[in-house]
Nanobody, 121 residues
Framework: QVQLVESGGNSVQAGSSLKLSCVASGRTFSSYVMGWFRQAPGKEREFVANINGRGSIRYYSNSVKGRFTISRDNSKNTVYLQMNSLKPEDTAIYYC??????????????WGQGTQVTVSS
């Protein structure tokens, strides 16, 4: 079993920046697609961004494109989500996930516990 631990969530004002980290256990980290998802109260979990094993291909949801950047450091078994120009609608619990595809919630095999991001206006 792969263990994922997120960190970096906080409460910030609109327009601020925040960087989330996710550290993974296991010896096959570089073979997994890593993804970030988020879920607000009363809403379904939604895709935010993902990145392939080599870090050469990245995808973003339309709502975060141009503001968020996903990256990974395989030497540290870590994936990051740099969030800029944060908006109140970005408020959610952010989850790190891993899998062969991991482009939607049902595609991901492993999940972290989540980290809360709150953006006030």
């Amino acid at each position: 079993q792969v263990q994922l631990v997120e960190s970096g969530g906080n409460s910030v004002q609109a327009g601020s920046s925040l960087k989330l980290s996710c550290v993974a256990s296991g010896r096959t980290f570089s073979s997994y697609v890593m993804g970030w998802f988020r879920q607000a109260p009363g809403k379904e979990r939604e895709f935010v961004a993902n990145i392939n094993g080599r870090g050469s291909i990245r995808y973003y949801s339309n709502s975060v494109k141009g503001r968020f950047t996903i990256s990974r450091d395989n030497s540290k078994n870590t994936v990051y989500l740099q969030m800029n120009s944060l908006k109140p609608e970005d408020t959610a619990i952010y989850y790190c996930a891993a899998g062969v595809v991991c482009g939607e919630p049902d595609d991901c095999n492993y999940w972290g516990q989540g980290t809360q991001v709150t953006v006030s206006s």
